[in-house]
């Protein structure tokens, strides 16, 4: 009796302890699993140099690492503040009232005037739409502007969580092996399912960012460059906002490129339309179905629904870091019910089969 209570106690304060060091580190949420992600994704590369430096840890950690930060992290930081500066000028151009979002939709509404059909076919206000695109596109170009003072503003909070990013993924790389085995006899839920959890885990991490993000950046970028090449203001800009968009499903990067084609049209510029409306659809639209396959693999892709629900879910929990952590939940919940339908119903299925006398029923000879 005693020996239960101790066991009992123990258990609490364990659960106690473990929810205490979790709120402890809830603030370096976004820093720690960018670290995973790291050490998951490049852990390939981390084998193929052990196979050449056998028993230097160090120096291979360090080797990849340093792989990491030159073809993903450094280019990623320059993105970004070209991002920011983009998006400040689109601010103060929006401020000056050198661009009016609301005239392009009065311009495609006068040379399209079917256009007016259309939205009242289905009980949409032209000028309620106006005024809603009006103040999305004037929210979002402050929304960059601010955080772009917020990152001037919050350097030393920036460098911090970076140089922790840093410093985790260095030690996850050396000792992660060793890690998931102590984590394999820790955990309470048999070795063969937290294996196949983990394996699970790291499947679609490398399926998530280097599959959905790399096929973003590949739409964001052809979009960028098109929208470059046809002389369209803030090409780097609405390149960001493409690869962003191709994230959900269904509609993706024509968010941007559509309304940008109509608006040429609607400006005479038919040449430059026709054009951008063939490379979004045969280019921009084909690249997902070309590289997704081969990136992320059929095995491992989410039903387009649950991708759109986990996606906008994760933003909303989580913030930017959304896009690779909610598909990454929506996984895990769709590998610990087939687990357990696999271990736990289908086995019960067996035995009420068997006691049935098999699939036919009772042997009645």
Known sequence: MYDVLERRSFLAMLLVVSLAFLFLI????????????????????????????????????F????????????PSLALISSLVT??????????????????YIDQINQAFPAFQSFLDRFDVDLS??????????VGGSKLLAKQALGIGQNTFQFFLSFSLMVYLAFFLLRDGSRLIELLIRALPLGDERERLLFAKFAEVTRATVKGNLLVAAAQGALGGFIFWALGINGALL????????SLIPAVGAALVWV???????AVGDYVHAAILTAFGVLVIGLADNLLRPILVGRDTKLPDYMVLLSTLG????FGINGFVMGPLVAALFVAFWGIFIREFNEPAAAMTESERGGPEGPDKS
């Open 26 to 61: 809830k603030p370096f949420t976004g820093p720690i699993f960018w670290a995973v992600a790291i050490a998951v994704i490049f852990n390939p590369v981390q084998l193929w140099l052990i196979r050449r430096l056998p028993g230097r840890h160090n120096l291979v950690a």
């Open 314 to 317: 994760g933003i909303v929990m």
């Open 238 to 245: 609405w390149g960001v906002v493409m690869a962003i968009a």
């Open 128 to 137: 309620k739409l106006r005024e809603g695109v009006v103040s999305t596109f």
């Open 63 to 74: 080797l990849t690492l340093m792989l990491c930060l030159v073809i993903v992290i450094l």
């Open 86 to 103: 983009e998006g400040v000028g689109l601010y103060q151009r929006v401020q000056s009232g050198e661009l009016n979002p609301g005239q």
């Open 259 to 265: 309304p940008a084609a109509l608006y040429l049209a």
